[in-house]
């Protein structure tokens, strides 16, 4: 069974930037494609960026290119999401999701998340004006 948490999360100001990590176990996190999503209250989970097994490729979601990196770290299972200068709009719960097939859908709409198997409970990112 994988597990996956998140953590990093918390309150900064707009411009701000945040680094998450989601350590995972339970698994063989080396053999996995890896995302990050996020849902703001009262909206659907939406996609953020997602990174093969291998590190590369990676995708994301149009409209944060630029502003979010995901990484990965194979051999301390750990997962990454460096979010730079951030908006109130980023204001969401950021969750990591394992695709154990190491599926890399590329897929950037809310419909991704069919395809990850396992979640983690999330980390809250808020950012003030």
């Known amino acids: 069974q994988v597990q996956l948490v998140e953590s990093g999360g918390g309150l900064v100001r707009a411009g701000d930037s945040l680094r998450l990590s989601c350590a995972a176990s339970?698994?063989?996190?080396?053999?996995?494609?890896m995302a990050w999503f996020r849902q703001a209250p009262g909206k659907e989970r939406e996609f953020v960026a997602a990174?093969?097994?291998?590190?590369?490729?990676?995708l994301y979601a149009d409209s944060l290119k630029g502003r979010f990196t995901i990484s990965r770290d194979n051999a301390k299972n750990s997962l990454f999401l460096q979010m730079n200068s951030l908006k109130p709009e980023d204001t969401a719960v950021y969750y990591c999701?394992?695709?154990?097939?190491?599926?890399?859908?590329?897929?950037?709409?809310?419909?991704?998340?069919?395809?990850?198997?396992?979640w983690g409970l999330g980390t809250q990112v808020t950012v003030s004006s």
């Open positions: 999701a394992a695709n154990t097939d190491d599926i890399l859908v590329v897929v950037t709409t809310s419909s991704a998340s069919e395809y990850y198997d396992y």
């Open positions: 339970g698994g063989t996190f080396s053999r996995y494609t």
């Open positions: 990174i093969k097994a291998s590190g590369e490729p990676t």
